[in-house]
């Protein structure tokens, strides 16, 4: 198997397909001069392009300016797998277990979310190649089944559109020797092209009057009475408020790096599929679909008929967001095999491009808010890997606190609070080398590996050993 994958590494482009795309804009030019303006967003990510858009419906007067150190949607909104999800707490089960008492609240704001994450699309016409065709776990093992009645429970619990499957319904919605049960929640859910809805989202907030500069990374920010002055490497701005929506992106800012961790996620995509392969995987409905393994892997379809999967995690040395050795064949052997393993129908089937993408973990696996310069600056991000939707929601919260306007979701524990610190250099490398190890191999050789990654959960990640 491991000769196989080797194989279908051998003319794959290490870059996201997501990116590989002639549709992708042209960079915007550069600031090579001083601008005042009302707001300044930090990063043109999910994040930052759902801020400036929403800023500008709430007061089309509003100047606001966006800078970005590289060009839009190059960082984790290029990146990721994009199955779309309610959750704005990274899934049901971190949602309960971090904000049990607010669940309700909480659930009704993520479908509220998604509703008016899809209006917006749809009101602009962003075309991002969305299928609204639901979300699929699936149960790895028998010891699988119970993670997905449990997940089951809290689905029901709080209104979504969630089916049990048996191992057989499950087959019957995709071919795999390894699912034994699946949990498919029918609404609110499906899978999106991340660049192209990025790229769309930044059409919008062109047309809104939203002024970008690209290739501009801010170098420091500094209080200036009621201001705040960041510099750039050729400009700089003057600016009323400041969003930092950098997510992962967190050397320049040591308070953020403390709770933040850049950890890797890599992807494969396949080539596109024949018809025959179609046929033999069985995947007719489409869904996105996450599995119950420690190290859990998930997978999509994309418009063309590529098979996505991804889930392997890494992490380098001082929070590295641009490693080399990611654009070598050696981290993804084990992500195909895995593939093939899952997925038997893709057996010769070649990968076209691999990648990894940085995600901003957390203890706690969700967004959270950073107060600087009095309150005139503030950073939002700590997705954990759920922010293409939950960004939306998140940017909306955040020009609420940046603006001191009093609405609800700012008296929620989540806009309240902040994760726990992550210990420093080199103790957060040596604890994410034995965790990933621990990962890879816990379902074949448990062991030391258990009690590790129960420690590790009781610290505030939360794993399933």
Request: proline letters at 5%; glycine letters at 8%.
């Amino acid at each position: 198997m491991q000769d196989k994958a080797k194989l279908a590494l051998e003319n794959t482009k290490f870059f996201p397909f997501w990116l590989d795309n002639p549709a992708r804009p042209r960079p915007e030019n550069k600031l090579e001069f001083h601008i005042k303006t009302d707001l300044l967003i930090v990063g043109s990510g999910f994040t930052g392009l759902w801020t400036a858009i929403q800023a500008k419906e709430q007061n089309p007067q509003r100047d606001v300016v966006v800078i970005e150190a590289n060009t839009a949607a190059i960082g984790a909104s290029g990146r990721p797998g994009a199955i779309l999800s309610t959750s704005l707490m990274h899934g049901m089960e971190n949602s309960n277990r971090l904000f049990e008492k607010e669940m309700d609240e909480l659930e009704r704001l993520g479908k509220e979310n998604m509703d008016q994450f899809r209006a917006t699309i749809e009101k602009y016409n962003i075309d991002c190649d969305v299928e609204w065709t639901g979300e699929l776990t699936v149960a790895v093992g028998k010891h699988g089944i119970s993670d997905i009645k449990t997940e089951h429970e809290l689905y029901v619990k709080f209104g979504h559109d969630a089916h049990l499957l048996s191992k057989e319904e499950v087959n019957k919605e995709i071919n795999s020797p390894i699912f034994e049960g699946g949990l498919w929640s029918k609404k609110r859910s499906g899978t999106i092209h991340p660049a192209k809805l990025a790229w769309g989202l930044k059409r919008v907030a062109k047309e809104l009057g939203v002024i970008f500069y690209e290739n501009t990374p801010m170098i420091k920010s500094t209080s200036k009475g009621q201001r705040v002055l960041v510099k750039t490497p050729q400009g700089s701005v003057l600016a009323n408020k400041v969003i930092l929506a950098t997510n992962a992106f967190t050397k320049h800012n040591r308070k953020i790096s403390k709770k933040v961790a850049a950890i890797r996620d890599r992807i494969v995509m396949t080539e596109p599929l024949t018809q025959a392969q179609l046929d033999e995987l069985g995947w007719h409905n489409r869904q996105g679909i996450y599995d119950t393994r420690t190290q859990l892997n998930y997978m999509r379809l994309t418009k063309d008929n590529r098979v996505l999967f991804g889930g392997r995690l890494g992490y380098f040395f001082d929070n590295n967001t641009d490693p080399e050795h990611d654009k070598t064949p050696e981290p993804y052997v084990r992500l195909v095999e895995s593939m093939y393993k899952t997925l038997p129908a893709l057996r010769d089937v070649k990968i076209s491009h691999a990648w990894s993408g940085p995600i901003a973990l957390t203890t706690r696996m969700a967004v959270h808010y950073q107060t600087y310069h009095g309150g005139k600056m503030i950073y939002a991000g700590g997705y954990s890997g759920f922010g293409v939707t939950a960004s939306r929601f998140a940017a909306r919260v955040a020009l609420a606190i940046v603006d001191d306007i009093d609405i609800p979701e700012r008296h929620l524990d989540f806009a309240r609070t902040t994760p726990a610190w992550i210990p420093p250099e080199p103790f957060r490398w040596l604890g994410a080398m034995i965790t990933m190890y621990a990962l890879d191999t816990c379902d074949e050789k448990r062991g030391w590996r258990v009690p590790w990654l129960r420690m590790v959960d009781k610290i505030g990640f939360p794993l399933k050993p």
